[in-house]
Nanobody, 123 residues
Framework: QLQLAESGGGLVQAGGSLRISCAAS????????MGWFRQAPGKEREFVAA???????YYLDSVKGRFTISRDNAGNTVPLQMASLKPEDTAVYYC?????????????????WGQGTQVTVSS
C-alpha cells in the first residue's frame, strides 16, 4: 500500500511556471505507475500525465510540450514541472498510483490518491 502527499501548489500568473511534487511512502513504489490528474470546479477528474516503471511518459494533449513528469525511484517522488501555464490549467492536482506495469489514463484505474494541491493560474 502507498500513501501519497502532494506539495508545491500555489498562485501563478499566466505564462509562468510551477513545480508540484508527490511524495510516496510504503512498499514497492517502483512497481507502481504514477500519474497526475486534475479536477476543476464542476468538472470530472481528468488525466494530465503518467510515468511508467521504466520512465516512459504520457501526457494529455493540451499539456504536451508544457508539462514534464518524472520519477525518482530512489527518493520515491514524482515531480510535475509545469510551464507556460494558462488559466484553464487551474484545478486541484492529484497524484495517483496504479499497481502493476500497465499505464492507464482513467482515474478509476488508480489505486491510491493523495489529498490534492491547488494550482491557480491568473490571467
Amino acid at each position: 500500500q502507498l500513501q501519497l502527499a502532494e506539495s508545491g501548489g500555489g498562485l501563478v500568473q499566466a505564462g509562468g511556471s510551477l513545480r508540484i511534487s508527490c511524495a510516496a511512502s510504503g512498499r514497492d513504489f517502483n512497481r507502481h505507475v504514477m500519474g497526475w490528474f486534475r479536477q476543476a470546479p464542476g468538472k470530472e477528474r481528468e488525466f494530465v500525465a503518467a510515468v511508467s516503471w521504466s520512465g516512459d511518459t504520457y501526457y494529455l494533449d493540451s499539456v504536451k510540450g508544457r508539462f514534464t513528469i518524472s520519477r525518482d525511484n530512489a527518493g520515491n517522488t514524482v515531480p510535475l514541472q509545469m510551464a507556460s501555464l494558462k488559466p484553464e490549467d487551474t484545478a486541484v492536482y492529484y497524484c495517483g498510483a496504479r499497481k502493476g506495469a500497465i499505464v492507464r489514463t482513467t482515474s478509476v484505474d488508480y489505486d491510491y490518491w493523495g489529498q490534492g494541491t491547488q494550482v491557480t493560474v491568473s490571467s
